[in-house]
Every structure is written in C-alpha cells, then in structure tokens.
C-alpha cells in the first residue's frame, strides 16, 4: 500500500461514519481530486468498501479483514513496539518466533504476529486454540533495563493494553484477572503468556504474548475448556477489524511501556487494580492440591504478586494458583 493510500485510510477512519470530502483529502494530500479517485479505486480493489456520494464525498463503510504489516503500520503511532513487525500467515507459536528472533539480535518492539497457531501456547504447558483468520495472535520482544524478578510487571502492563484496546474499540470495559486473564462478564477473552531470558543480574528480553478472541464463533472454541471462554464477536455481535484492533492494542502498549520506563510500575499497578475484577471482594486461592486459602483481595505488590488479607489480618502473598472471587 503507498503512503497516500495509508494517508486516504487515516483521514477516512479519522471522520468515523460521517462522509470526508474529495476536496478535503485533495487538500491533505496535495493531489488533484482526480488523483484522490484513482487512490480510492485501488483502495477498493484491495477489499476495502468505500462509498462515494458526490454531494458529499467519500466513507469506509468496511475494511477487508486481513492482518497485515501495511494495515497494521496504518495505524500505528509507537515510538519502540512495532519498530519491526513481522506477520505469518500460520507458525506454530508466535512466542517461539519471538524467541528465535531475539536470541538472534532482534531489537526492542519488535513484534511476530500470525494469522494462525499450530501450537499456540499456554502457561504450564497448556495449549492456546489459534483458529486461522479470526483472532490476534502476537508477541513483543522487550529489552528493558530492569531486574528478573521484575520482570512479572510486564504481563499487567499487557493486560491493561488489552483491556484498554478493547475498551476504546467496542466500549465495552473488560474486567482483568489475577494474575493474567482479560474477562468479559466472566468470561475469558485473552490470555497473555511472558517469557523471558535472564541473567542474575539483569534481563536480556521478555516476549510478551498476547492472545485476543476477535471474529472467533462459537462452534471454534474447543469444547474442553477450563473457563468459560468469549469473544469480541460473541459479545457484540458485530465482527471487528482485527489489524485495527492490533495497532490499538499495540498504541495502548507503547504508552503503557514508555510511562513504565519513566515512573516505574505505580502507574500500572493503579490501572490493572482499577480494572481487577476482585476489588472489595473476597477471593479463594488453590495450589491445585488440597491447599486452599482464603480472605479478602488486597491488591497487587510490586513484584506482581496477589495480596490476600486474612481473617487473622496477616496478609499472605500469592505468587501463584488458582484464585475464585467469591
Ligand atoms: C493463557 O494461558 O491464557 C496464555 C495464552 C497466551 C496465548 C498467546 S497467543 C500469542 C502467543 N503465542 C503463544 O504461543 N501464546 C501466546 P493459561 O492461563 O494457561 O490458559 C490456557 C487455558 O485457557 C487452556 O487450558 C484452555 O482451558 C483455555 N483456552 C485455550 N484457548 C483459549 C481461547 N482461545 N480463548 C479462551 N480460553 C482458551
């Protein structure tokens, strides 16, 4: 896609439902109204559905739903995540391309995303459905000057950039579980998956994995799952455009990652607490064996982990397990 093409798109979402003139886009441009319909017409066969009224110009009605470098870029105003973007059209696990990629020198932002997964990754082993053409896969390599035991910071930094990109595409606010699941009235509609490689004494990258249910149906969930299970289009009804909620997740990121590196984690920590779903509430927490404890949701400390207050008052912390808000 050419950079006017880029520039046509920008101004078209930028007017929203309402209609943008030729004129308007001509001026923008510096091209002749001429030049703005030949644009348009090459717009169109690329599968976008412009409508043209001649009173009154042009509007997206829809966008084709393919996830490309060129769509994604489009939208993107990141100052590190993105500065390289790599799309597949199916892998086995974006997180492991990542991986391969940094090892090799990859630098900081640079982000795998794929339209399917083979092995899309869990935590602990566990498997990620990845169905082809509907949802947003993807990972970010990371290189932040920060300890290893910090390093957990960073999946709430990526829940509250989900949270946030589906919040300003759908209106809806999404409720963040501890430590790493994005629900929708319960239900769970991402999953973020960080690995990382480390010395003692510092970090060499964290990749952040992020899986987002957009487009997927019903009958693609696999029937086995351990939580109930969502997605954007279950939820609305309406199917969205999945570069379009990349590049909004990816912006949210960047913010998020830039103000991190300046202030530290405060400003996340009150963000995701703000967004968890167990404020004021009183939470069970179980190893997955007998052990099970329980008491009221306390917030999260610095290194991530879950505070619990007991009916004794000591405040016990949670690195992991299973947690039921009562
Ligand atoms: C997670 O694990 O939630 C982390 C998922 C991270 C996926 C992304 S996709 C891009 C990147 N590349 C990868 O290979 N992985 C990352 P966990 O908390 O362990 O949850 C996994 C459990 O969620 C499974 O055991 C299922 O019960 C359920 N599950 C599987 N696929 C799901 C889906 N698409 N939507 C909702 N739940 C699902």
């Given at each position: 896609?050419?950079?006017?093409?880029?520039?046509?798109?920008?101004?078209?979402?930028?007017?929203?439902?309402?209609?943008?003139?030729?004129?308007?886009?001509?001026?923008?441009?510096?091209?002749?109204?001429?030049?703005?319909?030949?644009?348009?017409?090459?717009?169109?066969?690329?599968?976008?559905?412009?409508?043209?009224?001649?009173?009154?110009?042009?509007?997206?009605?829809?966008?084709?739903?393919?996830?490309?470098?060129?769509?994604?870029?489009?939208?993107?105003?990141?100052?590190?995540?993105?500065?390289?973007?790599?799309?597949?059209?199916?892998?086995?696990?974006?997180?492991s391309d990542a991986m391969r990629l940094a090892e090799q020198g990859a630098a900081e932002g640079?982000?795998?995303c794929a339209d399917s997964q083979q092995g899309g990754k869990g935590r602990l082993g566990r498997?990620?459905?990845?169905?082809?053409?509907?949802?947003?896969?993807?990972?970010?390599?990371?290189?932040?000057?920060?300890?290893?035991?910090?390093?957990?910071?960073?999946?709430?930094?990526?829940?509250?950039?989900?949270?946030?990109?589906?919040?300003?595409?759908?209106?809806?606010?999404?409720?963040?579980?501890?430590?790493?699941?994005?629900?929708?009235?319960?239900?769970?509609?991402?999953?973020?998956?960080?690995?990382?490689?480390?010395?003692?004494?510092?970090?060499?990258?964290?990749?952040?994995?992020?899986?987002?249910?957009?487009?997927?149906?019903?009958?693609?969930?696999?029937?086995?799952?351990?939580?109930?299970?969502?997605?954007?289009?279950?939820?609305?009804?309406?199917?969205?455009?999945?570069?379009?909620?990349?590049?909004?997740?990816l912006n949210q990121l960047d913010h998020l990652y830039n103000q991190f590196l300046r202030l530290?984690?405060?400003?996340?920590?009150?963000?995701?607490?703000?967004?968890?779903?167990?404020?004021?509430?009183?939470?069970?927490?179980?190893?997955?064996?007998?052990?099970?404890?329980?008491?009221?949701?306390?917030?999260?400390?610095?290194?991530?982990?879950?505070?619990?207050?007991?009916?004794?008052?000591?405040?016990?912390?949670?690195?992991?397990?299973?947690?039921?808000?009562?």
């Amino acid at each position: 896609m050419s950079d006017m093409q880029t520039t046509i798109l920008r101004l078209l979402r930028a007017t929203k439902d309402a209609f943008i003139s030729g004129e308007q886009i001509s001026h923008e441009l510096n091209i002749s109204r001429t030049a703005v319909w030949k644009q348009i017409s090459r717009l169109r066969q690329a599968g976008y559905d412009i409508r043209a009224i001649s009173s009154r110009g042009y509007r997206l009605v829809t966008s084709p739903d393919t996830l490309s470098p060129t769509l994604i870029s489009a939208e993107l105003s990141t100052t590190t995540i993105g500065s390289t973007l790599v799309v597949n059209d199916e892998t086995i696990s974006t997180n492991s391309d990542a991986m391969r990629l940094a090892e090799q020198g990859a630098a900081e932002g640079t982000t795998v995303c794929a339209d399917s997964q083979q092995g899309g990754k869990g935590r602990l082993g566990r498997v990620w459905a990845s169905p082809p053409r509907v949802n947003l896969y993807c990972s970010i390599i990371l290189r932040p000057q920060i300890m290893p035991y910090q390093a957990p910071q960073l999946t709430f930094l990526s829940a509250v950039a989900v949270a946030q990109a589906i919040e300003i595409t759908t209106g809806i606010s999404p409720e963040i579980k501890w430590p790493n699941d994005v629900l929708i009235k319960g239900r769970k509609i991402a999953g973020l998956l960080n690995e990382m490689s480390a010395e003692t004494d510092g970090i060499n990258f964290v990749i952040l994995g992020i899986g987002i249910n957009l487009n997927m149906t019903r009958e693609q969930f696999p029937p086995d799952l351990r939580t109930p299970a969502t997605s954007l289009l279950l939820e609305t009804g309406e199917p969205v455009v999945r570069s379009h909620v990349a590049a909004v997740m990816l912006n949210q990121l960047d913010h998020l990652y830039n103000q991190f590196l300046r202030l530290g984690f405060e400003p996340v920590r009150a963000e995701w607490q703000a967004r968890c779903n167990a404020n004021g509430r009183r939470v069970e927490v179980s190893d997955g064996g007998q052990e099970r404890i329980s008491g009221l949701f306390a917030g999260i400390d610095d290194n991530g982990a879950m505070l619990v207050e007991l009916d004794n008052g000591k405040i016990e912390r949670i690195y992991s397990g299973d947690v039921r808000v009562l």
